[in-house]
């Protein structure tokens, strides 16, 4: 309907939604401050024009304690229903949530983690109370792997990596499936005792991509081979990746870091240590 008189619109939204047999009808209001009366009113008209269900406000965690006199004000006016928690994902740790809970008496239903609809998750207050004391949030972290990892993949890794040794096109699916799980920070952030150490620390997710982009200017020989990669393979796949020679030997420096691990780890001994916890080699 374009601009206009926001109370109408939503009420013939509604009203449209009726007619076509829509499920869900979400009004999405313009963001606004406790302090402006006029776009206040604004609300609590929509309100009784459209008889909402449920009166969700979105609560920015990096604002802290100003959050807390923002819900009061929209508590106090339109009755709010729960909170949906956002920024998640940054430095705030969301300790505001225990105050605005505790000042509007509402549930905060969920939490955002991210610019996207998959980032938007049920809030659990046990995991929250673990990361505001910086003790991570390791069931949420296996949640997030069970979405997006790949699980038949994943047991196919570790069955190789015990017995054969990855080689560097295991080493770049596994940055794929990775990938899938959100930025790094976010990943390290929910493990034990990590949150603390990187809260200050600039994690580049780039670099994954430019470490796919070295693999794959490789060959299938010199990824499954990597000792067949010589100074002027090292040259060529440096030109084709737009990386330098130092990065090529980075990568292969870690690869060979990582390999010489799991030859380790293979041992019949280690293996058998394994096998009697369930695990499946």
């Given at each position: 309907m374009?601009?206009?008189?926001?109370?109408?619109?939503?009420a013939a939204a509604v009203s449209h939604a009726?007619?076509?047999?829509?499920?869900?009808?979400?009004?999405?209001?313009?963001?606004r401050l406790q302090i402006d009366e006029k776009l206040m009113d604004e609300l609590k008209r929509i309100k009784e024009a459209v008889h909402p269900t449920d009166v969700?406000?979105?609560?920015?965690?990096?604002?802290?304690?100003e959050a807390v006199n923002v819900?009061?004000?929209?508590?106090?006016?339109?009755?709010?229903?729960?909170?949906?928690?956002?920024?998640?994902?940054?430095?705030?740790?969301?300790?505001?949530?225990?105050?605005?809970?505790?000042?509007?008496g509402k549930p905060i239903k969920f939490a955002g983690t991210g610019e996207k609809l998959a980032d938007l998750e049920v809030f659990h207050p046990d995991r929250m109370a673990s990361r505001i004391l910086g003790m991570g949030d390791v069931l949420t972290l296996i949640e997030d792997a069970?979405?997006?990892?790949?699980?038949?993949?994943?047991?196919?890794?570790?069955?190789?990596?015990?017995?054969e040794g990855l080689d560097l096109n295991d080493v770049l699916e596994q940055m794929r499936q990775m990938k899938k799980m959100g930025p790094m920070k976010n990943v390290l952030a929910k493990m034990p005792g990590v949150a603390e150490q990187i809260k200050d620390v600039d994690i580049d997710d780039r670099q994954v991509d430019r470490t796919a982009a070295i693999i794959l200017s490789m060959t299938p020989a010199e990824r499954a081979k990597p000792e067949?990669?010589?100074?002027?393979?090292?040259?060529?796949?440096?030109?084709?990746?737009g990386m330098r020679v130092e990065d090529v030997n980075r990568l292969l420096k870690g690869y060979e870091q990582m390999r010489k691990l799991m030859k380790r780890f293979?041992?019949?001994?280690?293996?058998?240590?394994?096998?009697?916890?369930?695990?499946?080699?």
């Open positions: 374009g601009a206009g008189n926001p109370v109408k619109i939503a009726k007619d076509y047999g829509n499920d869900y009808v979400l009004i999405d209001t313009a963001g969700l406000l979105v609560v920015d965690a990096m604002t802290g304690q819900a009061k004000s929209f508590n106090d006016l339109l009755d709010v229903t729960g909170v949906i928690l956002t920024k998640l994902d940054g430095d705030a740790r969301g300790g505001g949530a225990l105050s605005v809970r505790a000042v509007t069970q979405k997006n990892v790949d699980e038949k993949a994943a047991r196919e890794t570790a069955r190789k990596m015990m017995h067949l990669i010589n100074p002027p393979r090292k040259r060529r796949i440096a030109a084709g990746s293979g041992k019949k001994g280690v293996r058998r240590r394994f096998s009697g916890m369930g695990m499946p080699f």
